[in-house]
């Protein structure tokens, strides 16, 4: 990813550690929580391999590609269950791995996102630009909404009175870990959309 290095490596961080929790998570779920879990694991190990500095690895332009067909997959895989009824989470898992395959066609075109390869004419490379700036905007203003969504989420409701709320000891089976992952993964897929 083109950027500056400290911001890659803390995406690096961060996408990576979200990725070993919902690892962790699928231990104590199953069926479609676990399948869930499963899918943002590999959204944020396939957001930390994307965001490592172009100074530390340089794919060729097939290993974008690759990057692109391994995410096209897991874009069939969150449209498969969705043909009985859209769910929000896995249209959610879509949008997510449409935008990994966006970003990764994007860098093996130019690398940075300006969709214009060296043999293109200007006419067909401004096209091009513009058509990725949209859709850039488009996945800029989703993820915007959403982050905004997850965080009004994460707001304690207020517990029933004379009564505590629940604690549990298992901490891969606290739904406010769920989604405060879901806000940093979309707050890292914000910066990535903006860093491209």
Known sequence: MHGPAVSCWLLVALCGAIGAYCLLRMRGCSGQARAAAGGEALMG?????????????????????VYAAIF??????????????????????????????????????GGDGGGGGAGHGTGHAEQSAAGV???????????????????????????????????????????????????????AMLAMLLIL
């Open 72 to 109: 096209g997959g897991a874009a069939l895989r969150a449209v498969w269950p969705a043909r009985h009824g859209v769910r929000r989470l896995h249209a959610h898992h879509l949008v997510g791995s449409l935008s990994m395959v966006h970003m990764a066609i994007a860098m093996t075109y």
């Open 45 to 65: 190990f396939g957001m930390a391999a994307m965001a490592l500095p172009a100074t530390v690895l340089v794919l060729p332009e097939w290993g974008w590609l």
């Open 133 to 187: 700036e949209l859709l850039t905007g488009v996945l800029l203003a989703y993820y915007a909404g959403y982050v905004l969504r997850s965080g009004v989420r994460l707001i304690p409701a207020a517990s029933p009175v004379g009564g505590a709320a629940a604690a549990t000891d298992a901490w891969d089976a606290r739904p406010e870990l769920a989604r405060a992952c879901g806000l940093a993964m979309g707050l």
